[in-house]
């Protein structure tokens, strides 16, 4: 029998008159435990599921990776390249990639009977992967296009659509400045919204064949190519491989080089979380602390009984880090069982609003993934019995002659 893991259990198994000071304070350093790991559960979800979905809106405008000529500066004047390159299929065959799609980019401006409107038209050919836009149609449908003609099909913005107010079915005409001017006639197809302002302003998708009559090029001449991947993760090890197989003559740019800003913001969202579950861990670390103190006075009778039959300092002090460690264990429990829930109702039910202009997202978004929930837990029994080992110190210092007299 383990004496020590014995003798724990009956200290917490005590009558409530034997435990009179130590038992509320046991019950508040439970409850900071919990509030604490459910706080540190749900912002580590919160967090992580606010940067996969910024992450998501700006790769599904542009992908994970584009592919242009070394010399382009101004994505809406790419130099063009001819679209059968031989480093094309060893891309697309590549199992991490999901996705090998070719574009072509050019700034026109809207103009109605009474506004007029900058835009920048996406085109797109059949290769293009729409999964991105077709939950975030809010009316019409997606176009698609066929090998025997272009399609005169557009998609809009909520956002210009109203301020422009155009609906599914309207023709519109966009003019462009070059030489010489030209105009083309688009009917909106569908109509989207994405959340993600600064891109819903200026963005409309078109079959790429309209940019290359524009730009008079051929059917074989495109701005670029824009490859999606199937893990995030493997962005950069991706975007590497890539750049050293297209050659000297085309540069590849991931995403996160391309809009930097945004994604330099969404790393300093993890330091938010980082100071937070540091400032838990101090806070239940401090309270199960005050705990483990206030059980060692109580039972100074007891620790000198101990000490005066035999057992050692070290065994008395695994008696009581038996005890603290199982509280803390309590409170771990109620915090993943608070925390969880709260994450799963949000996810389902989406109660906490956001202003999407100011967030690009219109509710909290929730990510949990198992292996963090383990690792914050692991982490903070581990920390916590840690700072344990120190205050357990005290009882080392007491002599069982004077404890067994103590009152």
Request: aromatic share 10%; net charge negative; with cysteine.
């Amino acid at each position: 029998m383990n004496f020590e893991l014995f003798t724990a259990k009956k200290i917490l198994q005590g009558n409530s008159e034997g435990n009179r000071f130590s038992a509320p304070i046991i019950r508040i350093s439970i409850l900071a435990i919990a509030l604490g790991m459910a706080v540190m559960i749900i912002a580590l979800a919160v967090v992580t599921g606010f940067q996969t979905e910024i992450r998501n809106k700006i790769v599904g405008f542009g992908s994970h990776i584009s592919i242009t000529s070394y010399n382009t500066d101004n994505p809406l004047e790419a130099k063009p390249i001819d679209r059968n390159q031989d480093f094309y299929s060893s891309i697309k065959e590549n199992p991490k990639v999901d996705n090998i799609q070719v574009f072509a980019n050019k700034g026109g401006i809207i103009k109605t009977d009474e506004d007029i409107y900058g835009i920048v038209l996406k085109g797109i050919d059949k290769d293009y992967d729409w999964s991105f836009f077709e939950d975030k149609l809010v009316n019409g449908t997606i176009f698609s296009i066929e090998d025997s003609s272009k399609s005169n099909s557009i998609l809009i913005s909520e956002y210009v659509a109203n301020k422009l107010f155009l609906k599914v079915g309207d023709d519109i005409k966009i003019y462009f400045i070059q030489e010489p001017p030209r105009i083309r006639k688009f009917t909106i197809s569908g109509i989207y919204n994405t959340g993600f302002g600064e891109m819903d302003e200026v963005f409309a998708i078109c079959d790429i064949r309209h940019i290359q009559k524009l730009n008079d090029w051929s059917e074989n001449l495109v701005a670029g190519f824009e490859v999606s991947i199937n893990d995030f993760e493997d962005l950069e090890a991706v975007d590497e491989e890539i750049y050293h197989s297209i050659g000297y003559n085309f540069n590849s740019t991931s995403i996160k080089k391309s809009r930097a800003d945004i994604f330099n913001w969404l790393e300093l969202q993890d330091i938010n979380v980082f100071v937070i579950i540091i400032l838990m861990l101090l806070v239940a670390g401090i309270n199960i602390i005050s705990a483990l103190l206030i059980m060692v006075i109580e039972r100074t009778n007891m620790i000198g009984i101990l000490k005066s039959i035999g057992a050692n300092n070290l065994s008395v002090r695994k008696i009581f880090l038996y005890s603290a460690t199982y509280l803390v264990g309590v409170g771990l429990f109620w915090g993943n069982l608070i925390g969880i829930s709260f994450c799963i109702l949000q996810s389902k039910f989406e109660f906490l609003k956001l202003d999407q202009d100011a967030y690009y997202i219109d509710h909290v978004p929730i990510e949990i993934s198992g292996l963090d929930i383990i690792g914050l837990n692991i982490g903070t029994l581990v920390i916590s019995v840690i700072m344990l080992l120190i205050p357990s110190l005290i009882i080392s210092k007491i002599s069982p002659a004077k404890a067994i007299k103590f009152d």
